[in-house]
């Protein structure tokens, strides 16, 4: 079994962790914009609309709910699991604390564009790092070895929770359909900079 060099193990565990504090800053920014969120996102913000949670709260709970997923699929899981569980939430929390709202549609689109890209970047970066997927991907990845493609398997779990929370009341709009679009190649993008091979 090969083991890392400690520099190595360094890089990977403060990429990861850089990687989800950008990510859930992302998620913050792109729900100031208010011009649509991903999917888990409109679901997240729907939930919170109807219990009076934070967002962030909400992305915690439905976190540990998706893990708690993964037993029958036989998922296992990595630290970046577990600190992806942690992180983004609380982070999304302070970003919304933060970050004003603003009634300017040229900035309202600089929230949506600067947020996305976070979110592109943060993924290649947590992604990267090879500690483990998050509770949502490792659910898609789960379905996918029981038979489902990757595609069909990611788009009935995105499928489904945008309905649901569009019906909680989440923002579904031209974000929505940009981030969509937008999300992939950008993630591509940046995994091929940042992903950590081993020596």
């Known amino acids: 079994m090969l083991t890392l060099p400690t520099s190595r193990r360094t890089r990977r565990f403060g990429q990861l962790l850089v990687g989800l504090v950008f990510y859930g800053a ?6 100031r914009s208010e011009l649509g969120l991903n999917p888990w996102q409109v679901f997240h913000e729907g939930a919170s609309i109807q ?4 967002m962030g709260t909400i992305t915690i709970i439905t976190g540990v709910c998706v893990l708690l997923l993964w037993i029958p699929l036989k998922e296992r899981v990595g630290a970046g699991t577990v600190l992806n569980v942690a992180t983004i939430g609380p982070v999304l929390d302070l970003t919304l604390w933060l970050v004003p709202d603003t009634g300017t549609l040229w900035l309202r689109i600089v929230y949506l564009v600067g947020g996305t890209v976070l979110v592109g970047i943060a993924t290649g970066m947590y992604v990267g790092a090879g500690l483990g997927p998050g509770p949502r991907d490792g659910l898609m990845t789960g379905l996918a070895r029981r038979g489902l493609s990757i595609r069909v398997a990611r788009t009935f779990i995105e499928i489904t929770v945008l309905a ?3 019906l909680l009341g989440g923002t579904v709009g031209l974000g929505t359909v940009f ?8 993630s591509q993008f940046f995994l091929a900079r940042w992903t950590v091979t081993s020596p």
């Open 26 to 31: 992302g998620i913050g920014v792109m729900v």
């Open 51 to 54: 219990t009076g949670l934070t």
């Open 164 to 166: 649901l929370g569009w």
């Open 179 to 186: 981030f969509a679009v937008a999300i992939g190649p950008l």
